[in-house]
């Protein structure tokens, strides 16, 4: 039997962007150990082709090269899925990008708005628009089984703000409300859509991060660490499971922070 059987996900269908480092990546084989198929998107292949190789120990698995922020590639990479294993049950819209910024307000304050529109879209397509063409693809499919599970990473940062990257926070921002407008849109068709809101998670996309950034964090962190992965993607698999009565909602993992 599969792990998690409580939750009932073993046999759904499953789509994690970014499925192939960080947090999408533990999702995707903490969904693949509670028995659920598992297609993973991203755009290099082979990070994806480890991660659908390691899911599919546990059940079916897919790895497909789907840029989110391109509307035909996603349409193209969601029937995929749908016509080989008959819908899409969960959605994890997990694919994003953040710059690299270098520690310490007054670094923070010299790079302030120094985006070009042009990078402040990239984040918009990213991290809220890509959230938009993964819903707009699956719903259809999850309408017609009257279920579905979509979870959004969002990031604490939507509530908080930071000093840095206006474009990021403004992204993660609309990735949470619109969340809220897919829940009460799509409540009536049994489709729960719920935003996780990260705090500072050890993933590639701090590996640039100085040491003392992780040293801060966990010093104001009252569980006295930086995330894991795993300390996500738990949430994500709770917001999949069968039985939910949660939806609009945006929860943080952040240790408390
Ligand atoms: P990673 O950089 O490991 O993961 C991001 C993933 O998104 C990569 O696998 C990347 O793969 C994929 N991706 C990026 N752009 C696209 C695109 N256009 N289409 C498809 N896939 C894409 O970092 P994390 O695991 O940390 O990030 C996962 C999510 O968590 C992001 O949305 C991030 O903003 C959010 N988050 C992270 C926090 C942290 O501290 N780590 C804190 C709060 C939120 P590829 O480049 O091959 O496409």
């Known amino acids: ?12 269908i499953a789509i994690v962007t970014g499925g192939g480092t960080g947090i999408g990546e533990a999702c995707a084989i903490l969904l693949a150990q ?16 480890k991660v659908a190789a390691e899911c599919g120990k546990y059940a079916e698995a897919m790895a ?11 349409r193209d990479g969601v029937d995929k899925v749908a016509s080989a294993w008959g819908g899409v049950d969960i959605l994890i819209n997990n694919a994003g990008i953040d710059l690299k910024v270098e520690m310490g307000e007054q670094r923070f304050e010299t790079y302030f708005g120094t ?9 918009m397509a990213i991290n809220s ?47 949470l409300t619109q969340t809220k407008s ?3 849109r799509y409540g009536r068709d049994g489709i729960t859509v719920n935003a996780i809101l990260p705090g500072m998670i050890d993933t590639p996309m701090k590996e640039d991060s100085p040491p003392e950034e992780y040293d801060i964090v966990a010093s104001i962190t009252p569980l006295g660490r930086v995330g894991q992965p795993m300390d996500v993607a738990r949430l994500a698999l709770f917001l999949a499971q069968d039985d939910l009565f ?12």
């Not at 039997?1 to 759904?12: C, D, L, N, T, V």
């Not at 789907?66 to 996603?74: L, P």
């Not at 985006?115 to 984040?123: D, H, L, N, P, W």
């Open 1 to 12: 039997m599969a792990a998690y059987a409580e939750y009932k996900i073993e046999g759904k």
């Open 34 to 49: 509670a028995g659920a198929k598992v297609a993973v998107f991203g755009r290099r292949m082979e990070p994806l082709e």
């Open 64 to 74: 497909l090269s789907v840029d989110v922020s391109d509307e035909q590639a996603v």
């Open 115 to 123: 985006e070009s529109a042009g990078e402040y879209m990239r984040y």
């Open 129 to 175: 628009l890509g959230h938009y063409l993964m819903n707009n693809a699956c719903i259809p499919y999850m309408q017609k089984k009257h279920f579905g599970r979509i979870v959004n990473i969002s990031s604490i940062l939507a509530l908080t703000g930071i000093y840095s990257t206006p474009p990021y926070v403004a992204s993660k921002g609309a990735s």
């Open 182 to 184: 897919y829940a009460k």
């Open 246 to 257: 949660i939806t609009g909602e945006g929860i943080a993992v952040t240790g408390g922070s």
